[in-house]
């Protein structure tokens, strides 16, 4: 069964740094790509970045472009999510999902194509 699991979300001062990290379970890094959405009460989903090993193999939102570092370990079966400087506007539940071999889908805003979302882990920035 294809599932995800985040974990590493927590408080942190605006400014600092987390590391959210997503295990991959019934598949391998090398089928499908593992992407990261955010969400907060009363906002849409936002796309946050991907990862993955065929062509397009990443994608960064404009918010997370020279912040955020998606990065993977195949031998762990496992994606982190680096998140440095970060703001209060980052609070929110952070999501990773699969399902797709590429990260094709989060340039067209076609997210339904992952198909599989781990449970979610809050990420709160404030002093």
């Known amino acids: 069964q294809v599932r995800v699991a985040e974990s590493g979300g927590g408080l942190v001062q605006p400014g600092g740094s987390l590391r959210l990290s997503c295990a991959a379970f019934?598949?391998?890094?090398?089928?499908?790509?593992i992407a990261w959405f955010r969400q907060t009460p009363g906002k849409e989903r936002e796309a946050v970045s991907c990862?993955?090993?065929?062509?397009?193999?990443?994608y960064y939102a404009d918010f997370a472009k020279g912040r955020f570092t998606s990065s993977s370990d195949n031998h762990e079966n496992r994606v982190y999510l680096q998140m440095n400087n970060l703001e209060p506007e980052d609070t929110a539940v952070y999501y990773c999902a699969t399902g797709w071999p590429t990260c094709g889908p989060m340039d067209y805003g076609r997210w339904s194509a992952f198909s599989s979302w781990g449970q979610g882990t809050q990420v709160t920035v404030a002093s």
């Open positions: 990862i993955g090993t065929s062509e397009p193999q990443e």
């Open positions: 019934g598949f391998t890094l090398e089928q499908y790509a």
